[in-house]
């Protein structure tokens, strides 16, 4: 990616990442997929296990659904164990060379470098706990994907303004997109 943020069109790069969340029960892990053409998280996935099929293959799944892959498109991860297996990386290999995987660089996390590449979905990820997750108190599972749920899809993807979108929403750029 080499911290080049700005993409043409949708569906030219996708950028996922995992995060943590807790509930009284123990941890869930959040998997997002961003288009990183309109930030739009177009799939993710709460498991309460860090299992690749649980994380990202799910969030994959929910991605291709809501935007088939037509067009050559950059797919960027950090190197966890989830991005690196050998199921993942199949399914993107069926895509038959429309999928070109992209990885953070080693030497960002040896030399304790941010990892910029992935700010993105780190953004996201400090907006979901700072304006939601922290002010919502979860005792199991389904409270937490309910919450997210709600915060991503009705107001993420809806109704909050992005400064990468020029303060419009997803949906105000999706109208202006249509009548170009």
């Known amino acids: 990616m080499n911290q080049n943020f700005s993409v043409e069109r949708r569906n030219q790069v996708w950028l996922s990442d995992i995060t943590y969340i807790e509930t ?3 941890w869930v892990y959040l998997t997002v997929i961003i288009d990183l053409f309109d930030r739009k998280v177009i799939g993710w996935s709460l498991s309460e296990d860090m299992t690749a099929e649980n994380t990202i293959i799910k969030a994959w799944y929910t991605a ?3 935007r088939p892959i037509k067009e050559k498109l950059i797919f960027h991860s950090d190197r966890g164990s989830q991005y690196a ?3 993942f990386r199949n399914i993107l290999k069926s895509y038959k060379g429309l999928v070109d995987q992209s990885m953070s660089r080693k030497e960002e996390k040896a030399l304790l470098l941010k990892d910029w590449d992935n700010a993105v979905a780190e953004s996201f990820f400090k907006s979901l706990k700072t304006e939601w997750v922290y002010k919502n108190h979860y005792n199991v599972y389904s409270d937490a994907e309910i919450s997210i749920f709600k915060w991503i ?6 109704n909050r303004r992005h400064t990468a979108l020029n303060y419009k929403t997803i949906n105000e750029l999706e ?4 009548y170009k």
């Open 64 to 66: 291709v659904e809501n």
């Open 175 to 178: 109208l202006e997109m249509e």
């Open 24 to 26: 009284t029960k123990g």
């Open 153 to 158: 899809e009705t107001w993420y993807n809806r």
């Open 85 to 87: 297996c050998i199921p």
